[in-house]
């Protein structure tokens, strides 16, 4: 059971829901998976110890000048325009590289071997009160993260129970993270931008098939946020986080919530078990 939390924008209470199911799912040892590359920070709210870090690379184009012609074949086939011809040299831009090799591919005169460009590591970590976590940190100015977030993935490709704290908003990072899970939890706020970026990220859900649910955080006990969201997207509302000052304040210390907020105990339980009860109608295994 392959669990992703997501949202059309940052701050919805993504990474704080993702860290209460990790915490109640303890007892069946999870995969928790940070995929929020550019800013991992759920490791900072759940007990752990690290392991060992690992470093991650992708191809990139190596020049062998022995064979180059400078014929400029090489940019021409370049859809990012990570390489330029220069009078006696390529130069290439590594952030703009995709990595999909037609470069190498496709030069007449096979002057062009893939080489390793590092864009980050992995911290593998044990959970302290069960499980293990894999975070993702991309390299500092480094612009493209899908390799990263799929290295991250691979972690958990036999998993039992996998939660996913993805990136923020619609953007290829977000769409790489939800690829291929077996339910969706989008996190929104009640406000007039959460219910905008919601549209945004359903649509990115839908496009990829994957059935979802919502739960709304910061809720100030307008049952017509409800109807709204029930009538306007026909998607079940998994949960209701209420707004709480206390609460936000003890998640930001690092201190036990469900002590803070004792009902919040029966909201993840009730959220688990709808999705349970979605996979097991799809006879996915958890």
């Known amino acids: 059971m392959k669990i992703a939390v997501a949202s059309g924008k940052g701050g919805t209470g ?13 007892e069946v040892d999870p995969i928790v998976l940070d995929t929020d590359v550019e800013e991992p920070n ?3 709210f759940l007990q752990h110890n690290i392991v060992q870090t690992k470093n991650v690379s992708r191809p990139v184009p190596g020049i062998d000048y022995d064979k180059c012609t400078l014929c400029g074949e090489c940019a021409e086939v370049c859809n990012f325009n990570a390489l330029a011809v220069l009078a006696d040299e390529i130069t290439l831009f590594p ?10 591919y496709l030069c007449p005169e096979n002057a062009i071997n893939e080489i390793d460009y590092y864009i980050g590591s992995i911290e593998i970590a044990k959970l302290v009160h069960g499980g293990q976590i894999f975070t993702g940190r991309l390299k500092i100015g480094e612009a493209y993260s899908p390799p990263l977030i799929n290295a991250v993935k691979d972690y958990a490709t ?26 969706c939890i989008l996190a929104v706020e009640p406000t007039p931008f959460g219910l905008h970026d919601l549209n945004l990220a359903l649509e ?4 990829l098939k994957i059935p979802c649910g ?3 955080n910061k809720w100030d006990g307008d049952e017509g946020v409800i109807k709204e969201l029930k009538e306007k997207y026909n998607l079940p509302v998994l949960g209701k986080i209420p707004f709480s000052v206390e609460l936000a304040s003890a998640y930001a210390k690092g201190e036990d919530v469900f002590t ?6 029966e909201i993840i339980e009730s959220l688990l078990d709808q999705v349970r009860s979605e996979c097991r109608e799809r006879n996915i295994s958890y």
């Open 42 to 44: 759920i490791g900072l």
């Open 214 to 216: 919502l739960v709304i």
């Open 14 to 26: 993504k990474t704080f829901l993702a860290m209460c199911l990790a915490q109640k799912l303890a």
């Open 95 to 104: 952030e703009l590289c995709h990595s999909c090799g037609a470069c190498s």
């Open 158 to 183: 036999n998993a039992s129970v996998v939660i996913m704290d993805c990136p923020p908003g619609t953007t290829c990072p977000m769409i790489e993270a939800i690829r291929g899970v077996d339910f």
């Open 204 to 207: 990115a859900v839908h496009m």
């Open 260 to 265: 803070i907020l004792p009902e919040l105990q």
